[in-house]
């Protein structure tokens, strides 16, 4: 907690996570002076892992635990170790009747690190080059940023055998959306889920930039504190922002065991130093997972992470493809026809193949055109009215929340909360419409038979769908924005129906004279 302030839902992005003082009791850590090499802070579980009290420990070197020639070994890495975690798998020989612990070590806070874990084998699939091979190769040749998601996810779950693993990824308002899943057959899917970015502060982001995977075995666990808690030096609590077994935050475990999962591993998505995502993984009962398991599906978080750029800007060249073949057709269409409104709805394709949209409408001529879901002809009316009002002079308008405009928009919600309007002439009332729908009608409604609970013993229930709730507060009445290039393009079909009509026209007055 902050100095004299309790961290509760409203000041959560203020809790200093990194210092916590405590850790995961599944491991046990201990932080050495980097000159000296003597350990500075032992966990206080060292006496049930080790048989060695954190006190005895405190004050002498790691020979209290390994063998001369283990240290050695020890000793020769700690030059090349950074904060990156670097495992060595040495036994703890002079423990004795204790488990074989792996070593983790990493050197960050004027500290080197050891953390100590029980070896696990919950590896389910072999950890081979082959398989490795094959992943990347499917990672790569997936024609879709979504598909490669979705190969991630698969790969990662036959990996780990977590019940559920999903590609959480963040929008630009900081919320986010789940766009890839794999998950146990007999639980809800979360698919098309979204989530307000308060579910995970700012500072948790910024320690996600630095450190790739976090992994909560037992969300079940009584956090063990330092002995001593605080580093005699700076007196502080070391910072863990590298530490495997750093405790969470109280309010994250809430939020876990609401979601009934008791178990998790999440991996950062990082896209040019921005949190771009997360591989998170779930499980219902504690879930130890190897170290070097969990090292191989960081590799892979990292490789999905490489390839993100790439995709993206292919799935922007083929969208791109899209909308220009289909106009090119259009246009062939519009040219074509004698009367040029025949050519945008009566062939294939039509104007509501140019974008991804619910509805599309022609108002010309005092007649109207529908295709798709859209409004009905009496409020397109009213829409035309409105439009002519408040943008008189421009001859592309564009929204994603029509009812943050004009009240009376929210009765057309459902079919238009996005519009991308083009005004056809300098004659009023005459325009062609794209239409979005509000986003709570087109995302999955997951999980929607759930109870819905607000407190439990007047607590704040954390849980993903309570956040699914708040997230559809703060975008209700609005659409999936519309991209530059949809309006880039709406400008380019308007230019096009001018000269058409101008040609026309021309050709008229030609006749005529
Ligand atoms: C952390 N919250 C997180 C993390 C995730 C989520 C993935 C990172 C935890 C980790 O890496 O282990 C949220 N998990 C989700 C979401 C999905 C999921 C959205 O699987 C959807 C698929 N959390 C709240 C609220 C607060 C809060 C309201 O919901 C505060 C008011 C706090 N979340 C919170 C904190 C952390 C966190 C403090 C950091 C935990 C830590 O690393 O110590």
Not at 60 to 65: A, D, F, P, V
Not at 144 to 161: F, K, P, W, Y
Not at 450 to 478: C, H, M, Y
Request: aromatic share 8%.
């Amino acid at each position: 907690t902050l100095v004299g302030q309790p961290i509760d839902l409203n000041n959560c992005d203020r809790e200093p996570i990194h210092i916590p003082g405590l850790i995961q009791p599944y491991g046990f850590l201990l932080c050495l002076d980097e000159q000296t090499r003597q350990v500075v802070m032992a966990s206080a579980n060292t006496q049930d892992l080790l048989g060695v009290a954190p006190e005895e420990l405190v004050g002498t070197g790691l020979g209290r635990l390994m063998e001369a020639e283990q240290l050695i070994e020890v000793e020769r890495l700690w030059p090349s170790i950074t904060e990156q975690g670097r495992l060595l798998g040495v036994r703890l020989d002079r423990v004795l009747n204790r488990p074989f612990y792996k070593l983790i070590l990493h050197r960050y806070d004027d500290l080197l690190w050891v953390e100590g874990e029980p070896v696990a084998d919950t590896t389910v699939s072999a950890l081979d080059l082959p398989t490795l091979n094959l992943t990347l190769g499917s990672l790569l040749g997936a024609a879709t940023t979504l598909g490669m998601c979705q190969v991630a996810v698969e790969q990662v779950r036959a990996l780990t055998g977590f019940d559920r693993v999903a590609v959480y990824r963040f929008t630009p308002d900081d919320s986010g959306e789940v766009i890839a899943e794999a998950v146990r057959e007999d639980l809800p899917p979360w698919l098309g889920m979204h989530y307000p970015a308060t579910d995970i502060p700012k500072q948790a982001r910024a320690m996600y930039l630095k450190n790739w995977l976090r992994f909560i075995p037992d969300a079940s666990y009584m956090p063990t504190p330092l002995v001593p808690a605080r580093h005699p030096m700076s007196n502080r609590p070391p910072d863990m922002t590298y530490s495997v077994l750093r405790s969470v935050s109280p309010i994250h475990i809430q939020y876990l065991h609401n979601m009934g999962s008791q178990a998790t591993m999440t991996i950062s998505l990082i896209e040019d130093g921005r949190l771009w995502g997360m591989i998170t993984c779930h499980h219902q009962s504690p879930r130890l997972v190897s170290y070097e398991l969990r090292d191989l599906c960081q590799f892979l978080g990292k490789t999905l992470s490489a390839l993100l750029k790439t995709k993206q800007q292919y799935d922007e060249l083929a969208y791109r493809q899209r909308i220009a073949e289909t106009q090119t057709r259009l246009f062939e269409l519009v040219s074509t026809q004698p009367n040029f409104v025949d050519g945008l709805h009566r062939f294939s394709p039509t104007l509501l193949d140019v974008f991804d949209c619910g509805g599309a409408a022609i108002c010309f001529e005092g007649e109207t055109i529908r295709l798709g879901h859209t409004p009905t002809p009496t409020q397109l009316a009213d829409l035309v009215d409105w439009l002519r009002e408040f943008a008189p002079n421009e001859e592309v308008f564009h929204t994603d929340s029509y009812a943050q405009l004009n009240p009376a928009g929210r009765a057309i919600r459902g079919t238009a909360s996005g519009i991308l309007a083009i005004r056809l002439a300098q004659a009023p009332n005459e325009y062609i419409f794209w239409f979005r729908p509000e986003q709570l009608q087109t995302v999955t409604w997951a999980g929607r038979h759930e109870k819905n609970q607000t407190t439990v013993d007047g607590q704040i229930f954390l849980s993903p769908r309570q956040s699914f709730e708040a997230w559809k507060q703060a975008v209700e009445d609005t659409a999936v924005p519309w991209q530059p290039l949809e309006i880039a393009a709406a400008r380019d079909i308007r230019l096009f129906i001018s000269d058409v009509r101008l040609k026309i026209f021309n050709e008229l007055q030609a006749r005529a004279r």
